[in-house]
């Protein structure tokens, strides 16, 4: 099997193991391609393992050879199943793998939000500590989470992990999910418009659709309490960025933690990364390198199943 790696940096810029890969074909590797050298590359693939690289119906028209895609994230919006399925390509991703660390790094933000853990080191790394008369200081004020409402939108596996995290902390869990799950020891909520007037703090974890779609916008910021946190570890586009903006201007929000933005990566300093009352991370909640060897073994293994005529975790 001929099997071409197109866009394989962002899983794997050289800490990952990928000798099983390498047992099932010539593998040849691509840290980044740009669409247009994506024909050229993939001209006698067999099998193609792809991330965000976009396959349209232009590309796929001029790879004859092409049988077989693995899909090294969950998301495949990249590609046109449709085509693809009238081609008779075959299409796998990669599910519930991250599922911890994205949960963990929601949490990493929110005790940041409520800790201020780096500014307190900045200014003890400042020599600020040294010039005080008492034991202790603090330069912002504290939040302590024991007792607080967490609302979940979205409760599939690490909407799950992150209430299990919260209820760990002591906290009450609130959720919404569109498909009315009932979890026990969680309290599910009618409404979306009900959770986020309801809690404390607000961990987004739900697919961006046609429904989500800057869910969190104007109108339903206006139902957060003013001392609310809000954190989204999910997809950029379910926030109006510009209606954030206002918000956290006016004082509606006590702070946002965001690992993800409306464009990836930004064209310009966005002016999220820089308000006092946000915190921005590179999308990389996913990036812990036991999770990112998880996902790639996975699609290994869907690739194995694929060549041995038994395709596993087909999207079609």
Aim: with cysteine.
């Amino acid at each position: 099997m001929n099997i071409v790696v197109v866009d394989g940096y962002t899983l794997n810029p050289g800490d990952l193991d990928i000798k099983d890969l390498q047992k099932l074909g010539a593998v040849t590797v691509y840290d980044r391609s740009s669409y247009h050298q994506l024909a050229e590359r993939l001209r006698d693939a067999e099998i193609a393992v792809v991330n965000k690289a976009v396959f349209d119906q232009e590309l796929i028209h001029q790879l004859p050879k092409l049988k077989y895609i693995a899909v090294t994230a969950t998301g495949y919006n990249n590609l046109d199943i449709s085509y693809l399925k009238e081609k008779g390509i075959l299409v796998s991703n990669v599910t519930n793998y991250g599922s911890h660390a994205v949960a963990q790094h929601a949490f990493a933000l929110l005790l940041e939000l409520c800790n201020h853990v780096g500014l307190h080191h900045e200014e003890c790394k400042q020599g600020r500590w040294n010039e005080i008369t008492d034991f202790c200081f603090w330069s912002k004020s504290m939040t302590e989470l024991y007792g607080k409402k967490m609302g979940i939108i979205g409760l599939g596996n690490i909407g799950l992990q992150t209430a299990k995290i919260a209820q760990a902390f002591g906290m009450h869990v609130y959720y919404h999910s569109r498909t009315d799950k009932q979890i026990a020891d969680f309290k599910y909520v009618e409404t979306v418009e009900k959770v986020l007037s309801t809690c404390d703090v607000i961990s987004l974890h739900c697919t961006l659709n046609a429904d989500t779609q800057e869910l969190i916008n104007k109108h339903t910021l206006s139902l957060f309490k003013p001392d609310a946190f809000l954190m989204n570890t999910s997809r950029g586009g379910l926030i109006n960025e510009k209606d954030l903006l206002e918000a956290l201007d006016k004082g509606r929000l006590a702070g946002v933690g965001l690992d993800v933005l409306s464009e990836e990566p930004p064209k310009t300093i966005h002016p999220l990364i820089h308000h006092p009352k946000c915190i921005v991370t590179p999308h990389n909640a996913w990036a812990a390198k036991e999770t990112r060897q998880r996902l790639l073994d996975i699609a290994i293994q869907n690739i194995k199943s694929y060549i041995e005529g038994s395709p596993e975790n087909l999207v079609w």
